[in-house]
């Protein structure tokens, strides 16, 4: 089995539809320690995306961080479902406010 490593996906926002009402909420997702960083993130989307269906995705803003609470961003090149998602990672499910990692706090 292949090192991985743990993302959380955070989605903020109001549902406007009944359906999408248990999606707000924090979500980890273990991928492929060998990808790039950039790769991870696409591949946490990609299995989140995979995962939790979201009907209306306007509703929602939906960001990755890693295990230090840093922000992560996707690949600008990466298409949706591009990478092999199904073999580079894993949804564990969702995460409570507790368990998720501290925020570097920012210095002005």
Not at 60 to 76: A, K, L, Q
Request: charged residues 30%; negative net charge.
């Amino acid at each position: 089995m292949k090192d991985r490593v743990p993302l959380y996906v955070i989605v903020d926002g109001t549902p406007s539809e009944e359906i999408d009402d248990e999606v707000p909420g924090n979500y980890l997702i273990m991928v492929d320690a060998d990808l790039s960083e950039q790769d991870q993130v696409s591949a946490a989307l990609d299995i989140f995306h995979s995962s939790m269906a979201i009907d209306c995705l306007d509703d929602f803003s939906i960001s990755v961080i890693d295990e230090n609470g840093n922000d992560r961003e996707e690949n600008e090149e990466h298409e949706s479902y591009d990478l092999p998602f199904e073999k580079c990672g894993e949804f564990c499910g969702p995460v409570d406010d507790a368990d998720m990692p501290a925020r570097p706090s920012v210095v002005a």
